[in-house]
């Protein structure tokens, strides 16, 4: 069964220093998507980041990159110099493309929360 | 372009009651997915509208349900509430051109029930 798993439910990080969220999935279709969504206190999904399975090259968005590592079936999300508004929920989910039809159905992970220090 | 919009944001409803959640999708999508948040399930998946069809549907009874309407908003109901039923949904729309379309959310509704 498909599945998300976050092993951090918390971390501390330093004003513009970098950090990674860890993220390992589980799915048997070879087609599918991880995405990357930050939760403020507001409670707002706001989206980060998107890798599909079959992307070459890892994603990056501005300060956010993804580092995919489809053999260890990883997908974790780095932030370049934080910023005190980094600090939020941090979720990793996956869509399955290939069975069970179309769907835009998100099974997400348990979330990392973060907090940026100044 | 407007973003997704839900309403009512908070809600605070008694043990047995009904409620109704609205979704207004970003326009030009047609696909809206909802999603309960507590913090001992976290996200789970309830279900999903395609152009007016229920296209997918999580682990859920059959008291909570939806609909969506001819202009791609939606709602869900959830009759006969429990204290458990108190979460944070969300909704999500999403363009569905592609396989990288990415879902889009709502603020969310804080339901509370007592």
């Known amino acids: 069964a498909q599945k998300i798993t976050q092993t951090q439910p918390g971390m501390f990080v330093q004003e513009k220093e970098a950090v990674t969220l860890d993220c390992t999935y589980d799915t048997s279709d070879p087609s599918y998507g991880l995405f990357w969504y930050k939760q403020p206190s507001s409670g707002e999904m706001i989206f980060l980041i998107y890798?599909?399975?079959?992307?070459?090259q890892n994603a990056t968005e501005g300060r956010y990159s993804l580092n995919f590592q489809k053999a260890r079936k990883s997908a974790n999300l780095v932030i370049s110099a934080s910023q005190l508004g980094d600090s939020a929920m941090y979720f990793c989910?996956?869509?399955?493309?290939?069975?069970?039809?179309?769907?835009?159905?998100?099974?997400f992970g348990t979330g990392t929360l973060l907090a940026v220090q100044p | 372009k407007a973003g997704v919009t839900q309403t009512p944001r908070y809600l605070i409803k008694t043990r047995g009651q009904q409620v109704t959640l609205s979704c207004s999708p970003i326009?030009?999508?047609?696909?809206v997915s909802w999603y309960q948040q507590t913090p001992g399930q976290g996200l789970q998946f309830l279900f999903e509208y395609f152009s007016e069809t229920q296209r997918n549907k999580g682990n859920f009874p059959g008291r909570f349900s939806g609909r969506q309407f001819s202009n791609s908003r939606s709602e869900m109901n959830v009759s006969t509430l429990e204290l458990g039923d108190s979460a944070l949904y969300l909704c999500a729309s999403s363009g569905d051109r592609g396989s990288t379309d990415t879902q889009y959310f709502g603020p969310g509704t804080r339901l509370t029930v007592l």
């Open positions: 890798q599909g399975s079959y992307d070459q």
């Open positions: 326009s030009g999508h047609r696909s």
């Open positions: 989910a996956m869509r399955e493309y290939g069975y069970g039809g179309a769907t835009n159905k998100l099974i």
